[in-house]
């Protein structure tokens, strides 16, 4: 049973441009949600991170939303560059649990 | 500082053949985790340590798979005898402390293919 339904599967966005990937969950639970970064042949790497207590989080040209209430959060890569091109995962997981439950991920493709 | 080792980068077995992976996690972290990304999935939890004591194996198919942590520092994970549907990448990760919000460091991961 997926916990963490992530959207859309790929996403092809011209250099410049916005990637906006979405995730929900339905575990009231959960109280970390963290996004990775993968590039092929490589393990996942922690891109940005965010707590249910705050609504965004931006670092550089990453920023995560929370909607608390839909029990959904997305990814915002502002500014996209074709080294963003990698796949990405939303994931979520308890402070008490240990499980990070992981979307099925999206393969972002930025265009020169 | 040192990343996640993982070896060996590759494997091709035969279906009902054995095979083990090894993982050496970041220096001081003392939480490692093995999970198993199926292509085109995201990874999924088989197994989670503590130091050398087994925290999370609810995921771990325990009639073929085992794992285990030498001294709380490496760790193996074994796959006997294994079956087409275990063609996956196996990625071990490791983290300072325990808890969902410590960040989790992956290393390259094995690629499995079973024939």
């Known amino acids: 049973q997926q916990q963490v339904k992530q959207s859309p599967q790929s996403l092809i966005v011209q250099k410049g441009g916005i990637s906006i990937i979405n995730c929900a969950y339905e575990?009231?639970?959960?109280?970390?949600f963290p996004w990775y970064q993968q590039f092929p042949g490589k393990g996942p790497a922690l891109l940005i991170a965010?707590?249910?207590?705050?609504s965004e989080k931006k670092e550089g040209r990453f920023t995560i939303s929370f909607n608390k209430s839909a029990k959904q959060f997305s990814l915002h890569i502002m500014d996209s560059q074709p080294g963003d091109s990698a796949t990405y995962f939303c994931?979520?997981?308890?402070?008490?649990?240990?499980?990070?439950?992981f979307g099925k991920g999206t393969s972002l493709l930025v265009t020169p | 500082e040192a990343g996640v080792a993982q070896s060996p980068r590759y494997k091709i077995i035969e279906k009902r053949q054995s095979v083990a992976f090894w993982c050496n996690p970041i220096?001081?972290?003392?939480?490692l985790y093995w999970y198993q990304q199926i292509l085109g999935q995201g990874p999924k939890l088989l197994i989670q340590?503590?130091?050398?004591?087994?925290?999370?194996d609810s995921q771990l198919p325990k009639d073929r798979f085992s794992a285990e942590r030498l001294k709380g520092v490496d760790s193996t994970l074994k796959i006997q005898p294994a079956k087409l549907e275990d063609s996956a990448v196996y990625l071990c990760?490791?983290?300072f402390g325990t808890g969902g919000r410590n960040e989790q460091f992956f290393g390259p991961g094995t690629r499995l293919t079973v024939l």
């Open positions: 340590f503590q130091n050398n004591g087994v925290v999370d």
């Open positions: 994931a979520a997981s308890t402070n008490s649990g240990y499980a990070l439950n």
């Open positions: 575990n009231t639970a959960f109280d970390y």
């Open positions: 965010i707590r249910p207590d705050v």
């Open positions: 990760a490791s983290s």
């Open positions: 220096s001081g972290h003392a939480t």
